[in-house]
């Protein structure tokens, strides 16, 4: 029993940490400027794919990190600059477009790459035990890696002029503005920021579980769920959201039944919309 109970907490503490890492750039973006980013699966996405092709190039795992960067980092630059620049104040037409950008890139990498998944280079190879419970080391990479990217993230946001910046942007765009902090920089940096961290997150998803042309859907669903509960816009209600869900979906899966894989985000998002709709620490979704 009490083996149970520790292969239950570590498996549910590696795998929240990477619900974490797909959560936060989402966050991130509709803390700051408000807008409710579709296309985050695709950025996922883009990550994996980069990943693999830079494996691919013999490139080694600098190489592919670097590509699972860059690209969606890219990625979200550009489809700030183009897109959300011109529509951030138009909620559903900035929805409606991230969504159809979201499938178009989900149709390029099927026509590119092919409807059959790629394996994408894990961090680590290898095995350890940790009690009695035998562990991925590319696992406890991801763990590590996540837990080295938030807190980065917050020493960033919290303690750096551009962070400082940033901060200010998500509390009150008009007053920062006042302030001389310029909201269309500010947006950008944080576009450049989510897609960076979603390309991470795509590399960790993908070296665990292959890549294919749709593997950023249910992250985006989860997501969605996590910020949800942790309040929408919150980095810190983020990385709880994702905890709690982390554990009550491996809990539901292991001591209920594993067809219910997937449902527990669900329930949790329906249950926090009509109990709580401003989460544990967010702004309400009403706003």
Do not use: C
């Amino acid at each position: 029993m009490i083996e149970t109970i520790l292969q239950y907490v570590i498996q549910s503490t590696i795998r929240s940490g990477l619900y974490a890492l797909v959560a936060i750039g989402f966050t991130l973006i509709f803390g700051v400027g408000g807008v409710l980013n579709l296309a985050h699966g695709a950025s996922i996405v883009l990550g994996a794919y980069g990943a693999y092709f830079a494996a691919t190039q013999g490139l080694g795992i600098p190489g592919a990190v670097a590509a699972a960067v860059v690209i969606p980092a890219v990625f979200g630059a550009v489809m700030y600059l183009t897109i959300i620049r011109r529509f951030e104040h138009e909620p559903i037409m900035v929805m409606i477009l991230t969504l159809v950008v979201s499938v178009a890139i989900e149709q390029v990498v099927l026509k590119t790459f092919g409807a059959q998944p790629v394996a994408v280079p894990q961090f680590f190879s290898g095995n350890f035990s940790l009690g009695a419970t035998n562990v991925q080391a590319n696992q406890a990479a991801i763990f590590v890696l996540s837990w080295a990217l938030i807190i980065t993230l917050f020493l960033f946001i919290n303690y750096t002029k551009q962070g400082k910046a940033i901060l200010a942007t998500s509390m009150s765009a008009k007053g920062a503005s006042l302030m001389g902090i310029k909201s269309s920089r500010i947006n950008l940096t944080t576009w450049i920021i989510a897609g960076a961290l979603a390309g991470v997150a795509g590399m960790a998803l993908g070296s665990q579980l292959t890549a294919n042309y749709h593997l950023g859907r249910n992250p985006l669903v989860l997501s969605f769920s996590i910020v949800v509960l942790g309040g929408i816009g919150s980095i810190r209600g983020s990385v709880l959201g994702a905890y709690l869900i982390g554990f009550l979906e491996v809990g539901v899966v292991e001591f209920v039944s594993s067809d219910l894989t997937g449902i527990a985000p669900l329930v949790v998002l329906v249950l926090v919309l009509l109990v709580k709709p401003e989460g544990l620490y967010g702004r309400e979704l009403a706003e």
